[in-house]
């Protein structure tokens, strides 16, 4: 069911709602478009073009930025690692940890996957979101998120 919204007024359990389905719609959309091309599904994807745009991560810095338990992405990386995807190197400022790099091979994918997800990312918004009160709602999605994250709210325990 679409949110409801009067005047300036939104309901915001519908709004969630919405939000949250639309949200896995398109997760589910895009991972059979990723793993049909690329042989991956869109967590990969994400965790891959994070360490393409943040050189020598780590486990907790992609955990951070996604909001997952630490265990979980740990087993994420060690399946991207296990591909020949991304590679463990030492850590010089604290031995406790590892450095997260691409390898060749996972540069070369998520360059290429890059290409797929946009393409069908705009398939499947294009003719529904316009400009205008997209904008609109990219920005209150960013001001949301950066409180949330500011206030440490909804970050995993593990």
């Not at 793993?35 to 073009?49: A, K, N, Y």
Request: glycine share 6%.
């Amino acid at each position: 069911m679409a949110s409801k919204v009067t005047g300036e007024t939104v309901d915001l359990p519908s709004f969630f709602a919405d939000l949250v389905r639309c949200e896995t719609r398109l997760y589910n959309a895009l991972n059979d478009r990723l793993r049909e091309r690329h042989g991956i599904v869109t967590s990969q994807f994400e965790f891959l073009r994070h360490l393409r745009d943040h050189p020598r991560a780590r486990v907790a810095d992609l955990a951070a930025e996604f909001a997952v338990g630490i265990g979980s992405t740990s087993k994420g990386v060690d399946r991207l690692e296990r591909q020949g995807w991304v590679a463990r190197v030492p850590n010089p400022s604290d031995r406790r940890s590892s450095l997260l790099e691409l390898t060749d091979d996972g540069r070369q994918l998520v360059d290429a996957a890059e290409g797929t997800f946009a393409e069908r990312l705009a398939e499947l918004t294009a003719d529904v979101l316009k400009t205008a009160p997209v904008a609109a709602a990219a920005q209150a999605l960013a001001e949301l998120r950066s409180a949330l994250e500011r206030d440490q709210i909804g970050m995993p325990t593990g």
